[in-house]
T-cell receptor
Framework: QKEVEQDPGPLSVPEGAIVSLNCTYS??????FMWYRQYSRKGPELLMY????GNKEDGRFTAQVDKSSKYISLFIRDSQPSDSATYLC????????????FGQGTTLQVKP | SAVISQKPSRDICQRGTSLTIQCQVD?????MFWYRQQPGQSLTLIAT?????????ESGFVIDKFPISRPNLTFSTLTVSNMSPEDSSIYLC????????FGQGTRLTVV
């Protein structure tokens, strides 16, 4: 079993839709959870991070962690064509935020 | 924040040859990280490069195949040695200053 699993998609939605991206993880000791966005031919950039369980909101983006289910989610409200990218969940190893385990990434396309 | 420059941005190489990828950071950092992103796959950590010591490799990666240099606190190189088509990937350099920043990657195709 992979430590972090993510449905690779692809996911195609109309502009304005609510998008739900999800990952599961296997190690209950993980505490920090991150979401990266990667545009085509670019390196990943940090979108959001959360610590432990609960929700964190930043504009149109909400990150959610359910530690009891080992499930993390990223919601995008009012999706825009500029949101079209690959979204990767990531978990740091041993609290070192430079050593990350990534999910496979979900490719999202938002159609105008 | 950190700005990372990688060279080359892409290359097509013959099997059996080696390619050295350069990573330059705009600030001094203790650790630099090298990742591989194979086609359709996620990012996988290759190794951690510390200035003044040997790089630390993750399971499945060895120094003979991926030698790393870290001559100072702003620069590192990763060499992909004796390349085969299976080495065709995007190679990314990363640093952390609380959050991890990535270079734009080097897209390598081995023919």
């Amino acid at each position: 079993q992979k430590e972090v699993e993510q449905d690779p998609g692809p996911l195609s939605v109309p502009e304005g839709a609510i998008v739900s991206l999800n990952c599961t993880y296997s190690n209950s000791a993980f505490q920090y959870f991150m979401w990266y966005r990667q545009y085509s031919r670019k390196g990943p950039e940090l979108l959001m991070y959360t610590y432990s369980s609960g929700n964190k909101e930043d504009g149109r983006f909400t990150a959610q962690v359910d530690k009891s289910s080992k499930y993390i989610s990223l919601f995008i409200r009012d999706s825009q064509p500029s949101d079209s990218a690959t979204y990767l969940c990531a978990i740091p190893l041993s609290g070192n935020t430079g050593k990350l385990i990534f999910g496979q990434g979900t490719t999202l396309q938002v159609k105008p | 924040s950190a700005v990372i420059s990688q060279k080359p941005s892409r290359d097509i190489c013959q099997r059996g040859t080696s390619l050295t990828i350069q990573c330059q950071v705009d600030s001094q950092v203790t650790m630099m990280f090298w990742y591989r992103q194979q086609p359709g796959q996620s990012l996988t950590l290759i190794a951690t490069a510390n200035q003044g010591s040997e790089a630390t490799y993750e399971s499945g990666f060895v120094i003979d195949k991926f030698p790393i240099s870290r001559p100072n606190l702003t620069f590192s190189t990763l060499t992909v040695s004796n390349m085969s088509p299976e080495d065709s990937s995007i190679y990314l350099c990363s640093v952390t200053t609380g959050e991890a920043f990535f270079g734009q990657g080097t897209r390598l195709t081995v023919v």
